[in-house]
């Protein structure tokens, strides 16, 4: 692989197993117990989310396989937290977003650990890229079915565009990587070729329009919420607002945190029977090219 400078640099694949990956699962319980507890002195809504929902309702914790805590946060919430991040969480964390760095071409949020490397196959080349948690933002969706309707294909036609360019940028990881972390390969040939075209267009640009699109409705009280950067894409990831911004707690390693009152709803409809374990080769692997303490 190259750096920005086009400068070759070598990375040894790093997967964690046993005792290392509790190491680095302690190290992210950590970082969110911090940012919880802010989200609740600061009354700032919050809950678990994805992968994270499955570990407290299957396991009471992590998937054993898996290093990450991900948080959902309604729009208003997170542009609360924003506002509080530097003075609350400032002296030990600092936190990236598709506005601050859209250079990354990642529409998620995510909260890094001062003094800390994880390096991963899409922020390799980056010298900021510390242990992590990840922040997606519930998004207000139109009540209107046809401000829903552009809305939803604006937002999607973008994300696209987005991803486009960072797979093109990012066509020089190898492909082992991802085939090892067992994730389906999203990797084709016409993407990395959209990509090189969209490339004309700035990536921050591409990213300041997803933003727009993103936020174009601005009632917090509208029937559903969409999670446009989610696995699923706007479509597959539209809810109930009364499902899934109103919260229950829920055992999570030696922490209580919040998950979506309609949780099992919510799991079913993402994993569909979510109590069955994947076998091993089914197992997704979050591969790390530099981990620092």
């Excluded at 029937?223 to 597959?236: C, D, E, N, Q």
Aim: proline share 4%; aromatic share 12%.
């Amino acid at each position: 692989m190259e750096n920005k400078r086009g400068m070759s640099v070598k990375y040894h694949v790093i997967q964690l197993e046993g005792p290392e990956l509790r190491k680095y699962q302690n190290c992210v319980l950590d970082i969110a117990k911090d940012v919880i507890r802010v989200c609740d002195e600061e009354g700032i809504g919050y809950s678990l989310s994805g992968g994270s929902i499955l570990g407290a309702i299957r396991h009471q914790g992590f998937i054993p396989w898996d290093d990450d805590i991900d948080i959902n946060m309604p729009r208003a919430d997170y542009d609360r937290l924003l506002r509080v991040f530097d003075e609350k969480l400032g002296e030990q964390y600092y936190i990236q977003t598709p506005a601050t760095h859209p250079e990354m071409g990642i529409l998620v949020t995510q909260i890094r650990k001062k003094g800390t490397v994880a390096r991963r196959k899409y922020d390799w080349n980056l010298k900021e890229c510390g242990i992590s948690i990840d922040l997606y933002v519930m998004e207000n969706v139109y009540d209107n079915a046809v401000l829903r309707f552009i809305q939803k294909n604006m937002s999607m036609a973008l994300s696209f565009a987005v991803s486009a360019v960072r797979t093109y940028n990012n066509r020089n990881i190898p492909r082992e990587l991802l085939e090892m972390e067992g994730r389906k390969l999203n990797y084709t040939k016409s993407k990395r070729l959209a990509g090189r075209i969209l490339k004309l267009i700035p990536l921050r640009k591409w990213t300041a329009w997803c933003g727009f699109w993103f936020t174009v409705c601005k009632k917090d009280t509208t029937l559903l919420v969409s999670i446009p950067t989610g696995r699923k894409h706007f479509s597959g990831e539209l809810y109930s607002r009364k499902e899934m911004c109103v919260y229950r707690k829920e055992p999570f390693e030696t922490e209580c945190f919040n998950v979506p009152i309609e949780a099992e709803k919510y799991l079913t409809g993402f994993y569909g029977d979510y109590m069955v374990m994947p076998p091993k080769e089914k197992q997704e692997k979050h591969l790390f090219l530099e981990l620092q303490y």
